[in-house]
């Protein structure tokens, strides 16, 4: 079969995630082997209307899957949101002999995207973020190495929480969602976990779970605060503070949560999904968004995909309630 296309650019952008380095690895590997050329777009978009690139090759992506941050560097670029930026994009295009763009980010990614196709170039969004905030897929590239990152720092504070009898209160990144908080405060065991995507009655919310852990024998006690909450941890601290007394501890845990080397789940989901876009591309699709659904790799148009919402992660929510003796009669 003759490839649809004849040269990819892949670029990432928007906030990097572990696992970026191995699908760009994917898109140059899968590339070669449908016989087209691949040219790395260095700083996302600004890269792109500055024709900031450099040509990839099967070698020059060897033994990138396992390191953080990503080989082709990230951007955020304000010149591309006008049309002169994007025209100057589309020139870069047409000079390279580009006919295709992979690009591996988030939902600002996809849209920038969108804006460049029907120009004789073929788009392909691939989600790669550590929120998992992506509606179309229930996976994004680098959410599970930023919530082991996490987690490691969370039990490390723990052992000194402990001995110190303390109250921790921890906050994640996560964007304006919570999924990132409710995977780490399950997986470590938290007293509270609070997402921006519900509201927070302090006394039910907080301060019960407390009072019955200390009930229950404990004197330590963690508490995990997605960012997106209002206030964000020192806020949260403050307050619990004021109500209890207890010594409070704030840890921002920040960017730390997205460096180091990608988990076998991020190399993997990377991997599949840098290979999918390609061959979307190779088969002459265009405007399509690659996504998880349960543990199969699908494909949505980028417009529908950007229409959908994901909300608040029900699931999660109930199991961390239950896993901090919140009985369902006080479920909201
Ligand atoms: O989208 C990834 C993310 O790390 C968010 O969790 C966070 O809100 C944001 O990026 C931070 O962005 P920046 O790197 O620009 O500070």
Redesign the pocket.
Known sequence: MKAAVCRIGVFTS??DAPGMNAAIRAVVRASLHYGIECIGIRRGYHGLLNGDFTRLDFESVSDISRRGGTMLYSARSLEFIEEAGRNKALATCKLLGMDALVGIG?DGTFKGLLSLANNGISVIGVPG???NDIACSSYTIGYDSACNIALESIDRLRDTMKSHERCSVVEV???RAGYLAYSVGIACGATVVLVPEREVNFEQDVIEPIRRARLGGRTHFMVIVA?GVPGGAYQVADQIRNATALDTRVTVLG?VQ?GGSPTSRDRMVATYMGYEAVKLLAEGKTCRVVAMKGDDIVDYDITEALSMSKGLDKLSETVARAMTGVSDDKMI
Request: aromatic content about 0%; charged content about 25%.
């Open positions: 928007g906030g988030g973020t550590i929120d990144m996560g964007h960012e960017h997205r």
